[in-house]
Structure formats: structure tokens, C-alpha cells
């Protein structure tokens, strides 16, 4: 059996590409010396702020909560941590990890709010996937959920007062993402997947950073494990349909062939997103609002608009057309078209 390489106990982990084995109370340490140097050298947070946590309800988004609201009781007074879940209405899966999260919420004493696509879109997520099935949108669960999810996310924060929204985002989430934007050519992607989203100057557009950045899943595992919030339960129905499920499997391979791929993955990500930035790729800073509901958006209507637009589910009547400037109306009169292209060849 392992020895923890700092007192000899037994060992709880054993950190394959750097040789270095903790037992309980040395893994809290590490990973905490971790996450901190992480928050520290990118600037994550200010020494004054309202921290609201983007909850899943996996482990991950839950280690995080967990881990600032002690490190803000223990050694940053100044911050005010809340939560917050966007509960999306997956059935079978939903359920539960609402009941998981309200558990450690509670235990915890933070505040929190939980924000549903139902009341939102009009619609759960489960019910957009058919109507989109029904109108031959060709998206997956995914782009839907993904792209509602930060909508959504982004306005609720806001509406908690939140100066900066933090995300379980860990590192192989985001070595999975830097992989798949590369297979898609998408270096603007790659541009945004630094820890810290922004500066987006919008005032509706709230800060994003991501403390787990630097830490590799099977840590959130372990420290979900320690403190009685992992009961293996984590795994979306959608999650198999999408890209990421193969790219995962890939890089989880390659990690156990060659032990520290993760982390060259994720160094090589951040001197792309140097070389991309002095080159001038990135495009971040200038956020226009979309026309129709007045959120932030790169575009003159925004992605979550458009979405209900194709999906039917956002009326814009012939009024609110006319008064939308004319780049808002061409997208929102294209969309229009492109879905009743589409309902003529499902035959709906
Ligand atoms: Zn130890
Ligand atoms: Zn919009």
C-alpha cells in the first residue's frame, strides 16, 4: 500500500504524474496549497466580493462550494459566498441532485437559489430536446443545455448581486474543451478557456473564473469522498450523446499510457492562448446587447434567443420586428427561415 510521501500514513492518493502519495489530512492540505496558488496567481478574486458558486450538483461544483465557504470563514473575510443551481428538468437525474444539493447547502449555512428552465424558457430541458427532435434542429442536448445553462447563469447571478460567478470547471474539463475546439479549427474557443472569463465590458455581463482550473477530476473525486458528498450519482443522461464523452475516453487513456499528459495539455493550452492573444485573436472586451431581451451577446441577438426562435418557443411578433435595428432583424427573419426550411422537410 501507498505511504503518504510527507508523514507515512497510509496513503489516500497517489499523484501518478508527480510521484507524490497523501493520506487524508495531507491530501486536504495539498489540495487546498493547490486551488489557492491557482486563485493567487490569476487574480481570481479581489479581497472584497460576493462569490456566487454555478452549481451542477455533481462533485465537482460541490467541492468548490465546499472549499470557498471554509476558505472564506478560515482566511478570507471579505468574501460572501451564495449559490446558485439551474435546475434544467432532466427526469431521473435532476431530481436527485437538487435533494443532494439542498443537503450540502444546508449543512453548509450559504445561501442559495435555484433558478429552473421551467419557469425561465417555459420549458424543461427534456422538453426543448423533443420539440427540437419534432422541428429537425440539428442540435444535441448539449448545445441546448449549454447554451440556456450560461444564460441563464449569467442573469441569476446577477440578480444575486454577485460580482464574480465561479465555476467547478476542473482540469480535465478543460483539457477535454481545448481539445475539441481544436479539432474544430475554433481558436476564438481556445482564446476564452483561460480561468478567468472577461473583461467583458457590459454591464449585465457578470466576471467568470474558474478556481478548480489546476486541479485534475479524480482530486474533486477524492475531496468530494473525504467530506461525505460523493455517493457516485453524477453522471447526466445526455452526457454519452455528446463529442466530449469519446475525447474523455482518449485523453483518459493517454494519461494512464504516459502519466502527466493532463497537465502538458493543459500547459500547452496556456501558451496557445499567449501566442493567440498577442496575435490579436482574442475577442474579448467588446460585448454588444442583444436586441431582443437586453442581455449581453456577441451578436445583435443573442444565441439564447435564437435558439427559441428556431425552437418556437419566442414569439417575435411583426411589431417587435420592425423596431429591432436591421442587423437584429435579418438574424432573427433568418432564423425564421431556416426553421420553417426545416419543419417542411421533417414533415411537421
Ligand atoms: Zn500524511
Ligand atoms: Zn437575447
Redesign the pocket.
Same mark, same amino acid.
Given at each position: 500500500m501507498a505511504r /503518504?510521501?510527507? /508523514?507515512? *500514513?497510509p *496513503?489516500v492518493y497517489v499523484n501518478r504524474a508527480t510521484g507524490a502519495a497523501? /493520506?487524508?489530512?495531507?491530501?486536504m492540505e495539498y489540495f487546498s496549497r493547490r486551488v489557492r496558488s491557482t486563485i493567487r496567481r490569476f487574480r481570481l478574486f479581489r479581497s472584497r466580493e460576493r462569490i456566487v458558486v454555478a452549481v451542477s450538483g455533481g462533485k465537482d461544483s460541490l467541492t468548490l462550494l465546499h472549499y470557498l465557504v471554509n476558505l472564506s470563514r478560515r482566511a478570507a473575510p471579505g468574501w460572501e459566498v451564495r449559490a446558485l443551481l439551474v435546475d434544467e428538468g432532466i427526469r431521473g437525474y435532476r431530481e436527485y441532485t437538487v435533494r443532494r444539493f439542498e443537503r450540502v447547502a444546508e449543512e453548509l449555512g450559504v445561501e442559495y437559489r435555484i433558478v429552473k428552465f421551467r419557469d425561465e424558457l417555459g420549458y424543461t430541458l427534456d422538453e426543448i430536446v423533443r420539440l427540437g427532435a419534432e422541428r429537425g434542429l440539428p442540435y444535441r442536448p448539449c448545445t441546448y443545455c449549454g447554451v440556456f445553462r450560461r444564460y441563464l447563469m449569467n442573469k441569476a447571478a446577477r440578480e444575486m448581486g454577485a460580482t464574480v460567478l465561479a465555476t467547478g470547471h476542473n482540469l480535465d474539463d478543460i483539457v477535454q474543451t481545448y481539445m475539441m475546439n481544436i479539432l474544430g479549427n475554433d481558436w476564438e474557443k481556445v482564446v476564452r478557456l483561460g480561468p478567468v472569463s472577461g473583461p467583458a465590458l457590459h454591464p449585465r455581463f457578470v466576471r467568470k473564473v474558474k478556481p478548480l482550473y489546476e486541479v485534475l477530476e479524480k482530486e474533486t473525486t477524492i475531496y468530494a469522498i473525504l467530506n461525505g458528498f460523493y455517493d457516485g450519482f453524477e453522471e447526466c443522461p445526455y452526457a454519452r450523446l455528446g463529442e466530449r464523452w469519446e475525447i474523455r475516453r482518449v485523453i483518459n487513456r493517454l494519461e494512464e499510457q504516459r502519466p502527466g499528459t493532463k497537465y502538458r495539455l493543459l500547459r500547452s493550452l496556456l501558451t496557445a492562448i499567449d501566442i493567440l492573444r498577442r496575435a490579436g485573436v482574442a475577442t474579448e472586451g467588446e460585448v454588444g446587447t442583444c436586441a431582443i431581451c437586453g442581455e449581453p451577446s456577441a451578436h445583435p441577438v443573442c444565441r439564447a434567443c435564437l435558439l427559441r426562435i428556431e425552437l418556437g418557443i419566442l414569439e417575435v411578433g411583426e411589431e417587435k420586428l420592425r423596431s429591432l435595428p436591421k442587423a437584429a432583424r435579418e438574424m432573427v427573419l433568418q432564423a425564421l427561415r431556416l426553421a420553417e426550411k426545416r419543419r417542411k422537410k421533417s414533415g411537421g
Open positions: /503518504c510521501s510527507v /508523514c507515512g *500514513a *496513503a497523501y /493520506c487524508e489530512r495531507h491530501f
